[in-house]
């Protein structure tokens, strides 16, 4: 129930319990992200692949949000 998507988002992804569910190019993921000025940090849970990703950055969004979708496109097939 965590991982499975229960709202329609503006964005295109559904928001599950605490967690965002979306697909990128045919990756499936779940995580949650957050910001504030001069901070950003991202967490996506790749299930097919079986990786996390976490990414923190001391710089204002989208910084991390752009690491972890260059991360996860790379990531191997399980």
């Keep these: 129930m965590l991982?499975?998507?229960?709202?329609?988002?503006?964005t295109g992804s559904r928001y599950a319990y605490?967690?965002?569910v979306a697909d990128e190019g045919g990756v499936?993921?779940?995580g949650h992200g957050g910001d504030a000025p001069g901070m950003n940090g991202d967490l996506r849970i790749f299930p097919l692949s079986?990786?996390?990703v976490a990414v923190l950055s001391n710089f204002g969004p989208p910084a991390a949000d752009?690491?972890?979708s260059?991360?996860?496109k790379r990531l191997p097939d399980k």
Excluded: K, L, S
Excluded at 3 to 10: F, R
């Design 3 to 10: 991982a499975t998507g229960h709202v329609d988002t503006p």
């Design 18 to 20: 605490g967690f965002m």
């Design 28 to 30: 499936r993921w779940f």
């Design 50 to 52: 079986g990786y996390p």
């Design 66 to 68: 752009r690491i972890v």
């Design 70 to 72: 260059y991360v996860g």
